[in-house]
């Protein structure tokens, strides 16, 4: 049972009743602002990559502050007892993100549209050209959570612990340290101890995430199975870890944290390991 997405089809029937967010962002490499080929009506607009990011770094799309959350998405008019649909452009990308995010900062009524924008076109629903506005300042309440995110010091401490694997969501030539890195300063590798599983490897063809069954076969792939260890997702700026998040979610798997800094802290530390192949 799906607990954590809703359908294209759900949202086209529900959409008058639920907060629309679009979470895209640009892929890094790509130039210029993130602007969708279209919109889902009534949608508003939720940046993860500057307004909802801390800005005191260098590292890219880090989590903002509880209070820089709580003021921004009560800016978006969401109250304690909304139901919130998150999606992205390009089918399933960053919206997982924007769900982690709030699951983090204590709101449950959070979901993903499966197949974002990308599916919702395919299907034949309809779009507008602009972002909805807030008629109202909300009532939201953050409450974070311990553990959703984690920082470097966290993720060196547990590289020997039999008891917790760190699964990084970049592409395989990537994670062998034989592909190029999309950001520049980064060294090629990835952390020790850790396994690779592509985020793309969880979603099919039309960006829809796979059925529970099938992503279960991944995980236990891996070799971990429910509530067996801690599990720590990784990838470039901290984006597509959190599909591999959700996805373990859904699942059945618990005790999971996203390394925040990810590749694009840990590749340009030169005092941190890494290992190649």
């Known amino acids: 049972m799906i607990k954590n997405l809703k359908s294209c089809q759900w949202l086209h029937e529900n959409r008058q009743n639920v907060i629309i967010l679009d979470s895209g962002i640009i892929k890094p ?12 009506p009534g949608s508003l607009r ?31 008019g969401i109250n304690n007892a909304d139901i919130v649909v998150v999606y992205d452009d ?51 309440t953050a409450e974070p959570k311990n553990g959703f995110f984690i920082d470097r010091e966290e993720v060196k401490e ?31 590798g990835h952390i020790p101890n850790s396994v690779n599983l592509p985020y793309s490897k969880l979603l099919t063809e039309q960006g829809l995430l796979k059925p529970m069954p099938e992503l279960t076969v991944l995980f236990s792939q891996l070799g971990i199975q429910p ?9 470039g700026s901290g984006i597509t870890a959190c599909i591999l998040a959700l996805a373990a979610t859904e699942c059945g798997y618990s005790d999971l944290h996203v390394y925040d800094g990810s590749w694009s802290e840990w590749g340009k530390l030169k005092d941190l390991p890494i290992e190649t192949g």
């Open 90 to 140: 390009k089918g399933l990308f960053s919206a997982a993100r924007a769900w982690w995010m709030f699951k983090s900062m204590g709101f449950e009524q959070v979901f993903v549209l499966d197949g974002g924008l990308k599916h919702w076109q395919a299907c034949g629903y309809p779009t507008v050209a602009e972002y909805s506005l807030a008629a109202n300042i909300g009532d939201f």
């Open 227 to 235: 509530h067996a260890k801690s599990l720590q997702f990784s990838c």
């Open 158 to 188: 547990k590289i020997a612990c039999q008891q917790t694997l760190l699964i990084d969501a970049r592409g395989a030539q990537r994670f062998a340290g034989e592909g190029t890195e999309p950001r520049s300063g980064m060294r090629q």
């Open 46 to 76: 939720f940046d993860i990559s500057h307004t909802f990011s801390e800005h005191n770094t260098s590292v890219p799309n880090m989590m903002c502050s509880r209070e820089v959350f709580q003021a921004e998405v009560r800016q978006l």
């Open 29 to 40: 490499g790509e130039s210029g602002a993130y602007k969708p080929d279209a919109i889902i």
